[in-house]
């Protein structure tokens, strides 16, 4: 099982230019997650997804989307990204049960200019 | 809002000596706490979930407490080594049931030989 695989692993875009980073996971697993990690900032929950089907937002979904196209796969989308979304985003998934461990994927680095 | 907080500066042991590191949380009484390893330009890995109903947990070398009263909880690394050096971070349920985690910054520990 290759577990949470995240694309791309790193990108570079220019201020306004958008993107859509692509989560797959093969543990059959209910629930997604995005989060972003940014120095002394720790990891935030931008957007998840308890189900296929469904999405809501976490504490920063400003200037993101998502969508869950599948049991397998739960993307994230940048519209028109600014230098503040600068950071590592975090794919995740978990089997949503009363204790909820999540494995994670490896990340993608994004850099906005 | 929840507040989780942990040793923000690194933490030096030497090998062989018992690690401990704190996590402190308010404004909130989570049903459990989760304690996670990050290693450099990787996503974090899940190591110990210990529920509110818990006093002590271990697994290996680990260790975790949860002391309710004082919203904190203790993770010990026992006999420490070179390849413990990571950071590890804090995670309780997010408040009100919402789905996700809630990250405390993390402490990054370094074992020295």
């Known amino acids: 099982n290759a577990g949470v695989t995240q694309t791309p692993k790193f990108q570079v875009l220019k201020t306004g230019q958008s993107m859509t980073l692509q989560c797959a996971q093969d543990m059959n697993h209910n629930s997604m997650y995005w989060y972003r990690q940014d120095p002394g900032m720790g990891l935030r929950l931008i957007y998840y997804?308890?189900?296929?089907?469904?999405?809501d937002k976490g504490e920063v979904p400003n200037g993101y989307n998502v969508s869950r196209l599948n049991k397998r796969e739960f993307s994230l989308r940048l519209e028109s990204a600014a230098p503040s979304q600068t950071s590592v985003y975090f794919c995740?998934?978990?089997?949503?049960?009363?204790?909820?461990?999540?494995?994670f994927g490896p990340g993608t680095r994004l850099l906005v200019l | 809002s929840q507040k989780i907080e942990q040793n923000s500066e690194a933490l030096n042991i030497q090998e062989g000596k018992t690690a401990t590191l704190t996590c402190n949380y308010t404004n909130y009484s989570p049903a459990y706490l989760q304690w996670y390893r990050q290693d450099p330009g990787r996503g974090p890995v899940f190591l110990l979930l210990i529920r509110e109903n818990e006093k002590e947990k271990r697994k290996e070398r680990l260790k975790v407490t949860f002391d309710t009263t004082l919203k904190q909880s203790l993770f010990h690394i026992t006999a420490s080594q070179p390849a413990d050096s990571a950071t590890y971070l804090c995670?309780?349920?997010?408040?009100?049931?919402?789905?996700?985690?809630?990250f405390g910054k993390g402490t990054h520990l370094i074992i020295q030989p």
């Open positions: 995740a998934s978990t089997e949503r049960g009363e204790w909820e461990t999540q494995y």
């Open positions: 997804s308890a189900s296929e089907g469904t999405t």
């Open positions: 995670a309780l349920e997010r408040r009100g049931g919402a789905d996700g985690l809630t």
